[in-house]
């Protein structure tokens, strides 16, 4: 049961990987599942929200109650937040956004040959770019992380200006990409870190939203 309700607010839950075009039929991909987005969706939905689910292709079924915008690229999730942001009340980023994309994309299928070379260029940082123009908004990032969590953690919420980060080992085969359960750490800007323990990702879903509502509650 939730101490506080999300009645009324409207958030944003990114989920999934980006993907990258190469040519029409190949991308650039990650491993992300994007089974923690979706459980954030299904909880913030049963906390009485009005979730907006932006979402890069994903094997997982759409949760219940929520508006779903399919994505597949960077740009194209950039896109979809962007033109929804200022009606939000919280933007949670759990998607795994590429770092880079092709330069050009092929028109036609790309044929083989001995050697090939793609030139990539940096991507948009989307949670920075929000953490940049936010006023009254709620912004809550991930950081996967194999070392040093709490410390490059803690340099994500100040440069990215967040007020959550949810930071987890990917280097334990217990949290992080393609499993059902997660652990590691909220950090804040102003506040202690909360260490989590491993647990679901829904459960772990449900602490999120709980700080969720704690933090617009506190704006
Ligand atoms: O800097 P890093 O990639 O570790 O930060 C992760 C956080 O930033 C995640 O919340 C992710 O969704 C977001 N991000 C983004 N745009 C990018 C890269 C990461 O919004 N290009």
Redesign the pocket.
């Known amino acids: 049961s939730f101490a506080l309700s999300l009645t009324g607010k409207l958030v944003i839950v ?1 989920a999934g990987g980006t993907q990258e075009n190469i040519d029409p039929v190949r991308y650039i991909g990650n491993r992300s599942s994007g089974k923690m987005g979706y459980a954030i969706a299904e909880q913030a939905v049963r906390a009485g929200a009005h979730v907006i689910l932006v979402s890069a292709p994903t094997n997982l079924k759409v949760p219940d109650g929520v508006d779903f915008v399919l994505v597949d690229s ?1 740009r194209s999730m950039q896109q979809a937040v962007d033109s929804r942001f200022d009606s939000a009340d919280a933007v949670v ?5 590429a ?1 880079f994309r092709v330069v050009n994309m092929a028109n036609q299928k790309i044929k083989k040959m001995e050697t090939m070379t793609l030139e990539l260029v940096k ?6 770019g929000l953490g940049q123009k936010k006023s009254h908004q709620v912004l809550i ?4 992380e194999t070392e040093r969590v709490v410390e490059y953690g803690m340099g ?1 919420v100040h440069k ?1 200006n967040l007020d959550m980060l949810v930071a987890n080992d990917v280097s334990k085969s217990t949290a992080g990409f393609n499993v059902d359960t997660n652990e590691g750490y909220f950090l804040f800007p102003n506040q202690d870190a909360k260490e989590i323990p491993n647990m679901s990702k829904q459960e772990m879903a449900k602490a999120i939203v709980e700080e969720l509502a704690t933090l617009i509650q506190s704006k």
């Open positions: 990114t960077a980023m759990a998607a795994a956004v770092d991507n948009p940082d989307i949670l920075y990032g991930f950081a996967a994500k990215k």
